[in-house]
């Protein structure tokens, strides 16, 4: 294509199961206290996916939330990208029972499985698919039910994590100049290092273990990685764009641990004021973390049309990602 695209978010969604897990439910499951988890990790309550409520089911949730905001039917989206790590069946993909729940029967779906860094590897895919023409409207989710996958008795990981969705529409619009002041993603960086892999992971797997196991994870391994790795992303990206943190209208990280979030603020030097946070309602929710907030955020009238908001992620793998957006 000789006309250069942008791929411009119009539309954000977010669907939470209605049952809320506050940090004093875990004391009668595991030796830990309200005081010991809001202290280590800053959260107080996450959602617990119910009977009948699935990684699927929380996504189609989301999707028509956020097919709502930019007014358009399921007929308009030729490309579905699902970010999930648990996904309700082995096969098919979660992405292609998403797109026949939603009624969608041209296009293309698939899953991309980069754990929490899911939604900003499957957001970078998507536009990359509009920006050389093979779709014009893309639907990107992050879900996940984690809850699903937790070793209930492993103080150390059952109090981090939360079930959620979250969703945003793109569409391929002319970039104009191309600057920095137009609509769209600008800039996305991703990485990872399978030599990281035993600090965070599952111990199961259909050809390793026949089985789904559950989540492990090294929490102070990650933690000595998470701030360097996160920094690494996002100043690549602050390279590429010719720009610095002051020019961030807003900071929306993977919502992992306050502690995390605080310290690559800081050492990045964005105003902590600039800072989305949700972690302390969700928990960690793996790759639905991101357009959880990010949706949060643009509801309550923060995130408004021509900010410069960046996206942060780092996840099992380890994988890790930012992305440049101008809203």
Not at 32 to 49: N, P
Not at 56 to 74: C, F, G, I, K, Y
Not at 158 to 185: N, W
Not at 279 to 297: E, Q
């Amino acid at each position: 294509m000789s006309e250069k695209i942008r791929s411009v978010i119009r539309g954000t969604g977010s669907f939470l199961p209605e049952r809320v897990m506050r940090n004093r439910d875990f004391e009668g499951i595991v030796e830990t206290s309200d005081e010991w988890i809001r202290q280590r990790t800053g959260i107080a309550e996450r959602h617990i996916a119910g009977e009948g409520e699935t990684t699927v089911s929380l996504a189609e949730a989301a999707a028509r939330r956020a097919l709502d905001a930019a007014a358009w039917q399921p007929a308009d989206i030729d490309l579905i990208v699902l970010a999930t790590a648990t996904p309700d069946n082995t096969f098919p993909s979660s992405a292609v029972q998403l797109q026949d729940r939603l009624g969608i029967t041209h296009g293309f779906a698939f899953d991309v499985h980069a754990v929490c860094s899911g939604f900003l590897y499957a957001l970078t895919t998507a536009d990359m698919y509009l920006r050389n023409g093979q779709a014009k409207r893309a639907l990107v989710v992050g879900a996940e039910t984690f809850s699903r996958i937790l070793d209930w008795e492993d103080r150390s990981t059952c109090v981090l994590f939360g079930d959620g969705a979250g969703a945003v529409v793109l569409e391929a619009v002319a970039a104009g100049e191309g600057t920095i002041g137009e609509q769209g993603i600008l800039v996305s960086k991703l990485r990872s290092d399978g030599a990281h892999q035993s600090k965070l992971y599952c111990d199961g797997g259909p050809s390793s273990t026949g089985t789904v196991g559950h989540l492990r994870m090294q929490g102070r391994e990650v933690f000595k990685h998470a701030v360097g790795m996160i920094t690494d992303v996002i100043e690549a990206c602050f390279a590429s764009a010719k720009i610095g943190p002051e020019a961030i209208d807003w900071f929306v990280p993977h919502q992992a641990n306050r502690r995390i979030i605080d310290a690559s603020a800081k050492k990045l030097g964005i105003d902590a004021d600039k800072v989305v946070v949700t972690v302390d309602r969700h928990g960690n929710t793996s790759a639905a973390s991101i357009p959880l907030a990010v949706d949060t955020a643009v509801r309550d009238g923060r995130i408004k049309p021509g900010d410069l908001v960046l996206l942060e992620a780092m996840g099992g793998g380890f994988t890790w990602a930012a992305v440049l957006v101008r809203w």
